[in-house]
């Protein structure tokens, strides 16, 4: 299951925390609800991936797809607190050197 939670902006700009697993069936809510929250993305966004356990392919894809229009606008994505497994996910794919990656945790 999966579900993605607005948070509060902050000086980084807006939080939004991630939570359970994002694959082939929940990516379709995942890419509709991401981008809503986007909206026009004139500030930084930052994924907060603290309570993401999981996330295949397609679900980074939806996020490059996201830091494409957030870049766009000016602006970025950052990826924050990923737990070990997302993080390996991340530096194998090589995105951990396309997104900013955050460790506030």
């Known amino acids: ?15 939004i925390l991630l939570r359970g697993e994002i ?3 929940s990516a379709p809510d995942f890419k509709d609800n991401l981008f809503q929250a986007m909206g026009d993305c004139r500030e930084d966004i930052v994924l907060d991936c603290s ?18 229009r957030a870049r ?11 737990r070990p497994n997302v993080k390996k996910l991340f530096k194998i794919t090589g995105l951990d050197k396309v997104f900013i990656m955050e460790e506030l945790k």
Request: zero cysteines.
């Open 72 to 82: 766009q606008n000016d602006s970025n994505i950052k990826i924050r607190d990923p």
């Open 51 to 68: 309570e993401l356990s999981y996330i295949d392919s397609m679900g980074l894809g939806i996020m490059v797809a996201a830091l494409k």
């Open 23 to 25: 694959d082939i069936y």
């Open 1 to 15: 299951m999966f579900e993605l939670v607005l948070g509060s902006n902050e000086g980084s700009g807006k939080v």
